[in-house]
């Protein structure tokens, strides 16, 4: 009986064990409790992270996803996630992840190797069932790496060639439950599934779970009760109880609010931060300032819109380069951004290491004078009373877009219009709302638009948008790219620069050598300062200003942190 109880015992030890949650630790030191409360501009168009384009919907769904992977206060996925260990194999053409033991989905479900497999084999790595398409994970020869589950927690990936970007496209690969989406997925459907009717149906591996959304108004979150993280004294994260994330139309009410003490933390732009600034003493608020932000604001021409005339224009490379001398950035900077910003001449933030600096060689500062220089280059000409036409007569004219409420963008338009008269061009500055924005830029069906994009101190993230294939390649979409299929082969031109980037975002993925990868996308710059597809502007300082009863997990946010960085350590006095 004896030798029984203790086999018995064993037994029951070694269950334990094997059932035992292997949390990851944070060090942290924070108190439980409270609500936070956060906000965003506009409503959600999608709970569905595979199939969300605009940050309206994809930043509160990152309170509800997890990734393998984590980013360092610089931006790259060094830390632990839902992997606990990760390899590459001797040749560098397999890539090996070992995920957590014993957690759980926030319904209950465990989470295991075959979720991640079914990830990436069904999901991500299928063109049909994401918005972006599967591009990101192919190696510089065009191959998907072949996924094997090597055991119950390890799982392999192995291409053709060293694939030096596996890190981020595995690592930071949100994992969504193939238990609940699985069906859809088999079927054809999964484009269809959480909506923003759907949220009692989400389940994530995230700190919080969403349990209301309250259109105009706000979506409230909860914490996940099976969330697989603790801190330094072993107190189960995350320590807010709550997350109230308002939903406000623009920047100023988002002030007032904020001034109000009805939100917690905000990143003011360049403009509001010298008043908050002002008034932080007194309020003890504490306030931060990082470098150039990741992001980026710009103006982008259409390529392919309906009228045959206005594609000829766009399609101009001194049309752009008109534009390019045409903006006054330093005024922008001085009046709206306080000094707070930098001059953006390409699509890689100073904040970066891959930042090229010989792109300001091209000096593109403001200049009247030789943005008319570049449009009589282009074959444009001026009537008697100063009205600009083309080659053929036609009176230059187009709509320009941005989305209302954004007073930076506003602000960018403005001075667009104001710099296209001085050139003879009519443009007609339109804010509208965001979301309206945003399906005209995706169903290809704008003239112009200011808009921005978010950023990272890697370039390789913005293949979505480089490349020929991405689902953001919005000045130049390839024929019968969307339902409106108005794009057609006889009409699509597709130069020899634009193919080149194309190529050298292929390339990058194996470019093992730090140098080697640095060069490709130190070219990417030069062209895109040669030929301007795109327009940038201004890249602003990071700026945010928080309550000083109010926690973050790290000493001091940045343009690679963003506000939200480890949110799950945030806490309240």
Do not use: C
């Not at 107190?235 to 939100?263: C, H, M, W």
């Not at 045959?308 to 001194?318: G, T």
């Not at 390339?507 to 062209?527: C, P």
């Amino acid at each position: 009986m004896k030798k029984f109880l203790v086999l018995l015992s064993v037994l029951l030890v070694a269950v334990f064990l094997m059932a035992a949650p292997e949390y990851k630790v944070e060090n942290f030191n924070g108190k439980p409790g409270g609500t936070f409360y956060y906000w965003g501009l506009g409503d959600p168009k999608s709970f569905n992270i595979d199939w969300a384009q605009e940050t309206s919907s994809t930043v509160p769904l990152g309170f509800i996803h997890a990734t393998l992977l984590e980013a360092d206060e610089g931006g790259m996925p060094t830390q632990e996630g839902l992997a606990k260990e990760w390899w590459f194999s001797d040749d560098g053409l397999t890539f090996f992840v070992k995920i957590r033991e014993g957690i759980k989905w926030s319904d209950g479900t465990p989470f295991t190797i075959d979720d991640v497999y079914w990830n990436f084999v069904d999901v991500a790595l299928n063109p049909e069932q994401t918005a972006n398409g599967n591009g990101s994970y192919m190696d510089s020869n065009d191959q998907l790496p072949i996924v094997k589950i090597v055991d119950d927690t390890t799982i392999s990936f192995t291409w053709t060639v060293p694939m030096v970007t596996a890190l981020r496209q595995v690592g930071f690969r949100t994992i969504v439950p193939k238990h609940i989406l699985g069906e859809a997925v088999a079927n054809g459907t999964y484009a269809e599934q959480w909506t923003i009717a759907d949220v009692d149906k989400l389940v994530g591996m995230g700190p919080y779970i969403m349990t209301e959304y309250v259109e105009g108004v706000r979506i409230v979150f909860e914490r996940n009760p099976n969330y697989w993280k603790v801190d330094a004294n072993g107190v189960q994260l995350p320590y807010l109880d709550k997350v109230n994330y308002e939903i406000i139309s623009d920047q100023n009410t988002a002030l007032l609010r904020f001034e109000a003490g009805e939100l917690d933390i905000y990143g003011p732009s360049a403009e509001q931060f010298p008043r908050l600034a002002e008034m932080a003493a007194e309020k003890g608020w504490v306030t931060g300032v990082g470098g150039p932000a990741l992001g980026s604001e710009f103006i982008t021409f259409n390529f392919n819109t309906k009228d045959p005339i206005k594609n000829e224009w766009f399609r101009n490379e001194y049309f752009r380069k008109a534009f390019v001398y045409a903006l006054d950035r330093q005024s922008i900077i001085d009046s709206l951004y306080n000094g707070l910003g930098s001059p953006l001449y390409g699509p890689v933030s100073p904040s970066s290491g891959f930042y090229n600096p010989e792109i300001e060689k091209y000096n593109y500062k403001y200049s009247i004078t030789r943005a008319r220089l570049e449009l009589k280059k282009g074959g444009f000409d001026w009537l008697p009373d100063g009205t600009l036409v083309d080659s053929k007569g036609n009176k230059v004219e187009f709509e320009l877009l941005t989305n209302a409420g954004n007073r930076t963008r506003e602000a960018i338009g403005n001075i667009v219009v104001d710099g296209a008269s001085k050139l003879g061009i009519k443009v007609n500055f339109t804010p509208i709302q965001f979301n309206t924005v945003v399906s005209r830029l995706l169903d290809a069906t704008y003239e112009a638009v200011v808009i921005g994009l978010t950023g990272s101190v890697d370039p390789g993230t913005g293949w979505n948008v480089y490349r020929l294939d991405g689902g953001l390649h919005f000045w130049n979409y390839p024929p019968s790219y969307n339902e409106e299929d108005h794009i057609t082969e006889d009409m699509y031109i597709l130069p020899d620069w634009e193919k080149r980037v194309d190529e050298i975002y292929r390339l990058q993925t194996s470019a093992v050598v730090d140098q080697d990868r640095y060069n490709l996308f130190a070219e990417f710059q030069m062209i895109f300062a040669e030929y301007q597809p795109v327009v940038f502007t201004m890249a602003q300082n990071f700026l945010y200003v928080h309550k000083g009863n109010f926690h973050l997990s790290v000493p001091q946010l940045s343009p690679a942190t963003g506000i939200l960085y480890q949110v799950e350590g945030f806490w309240k006095d």
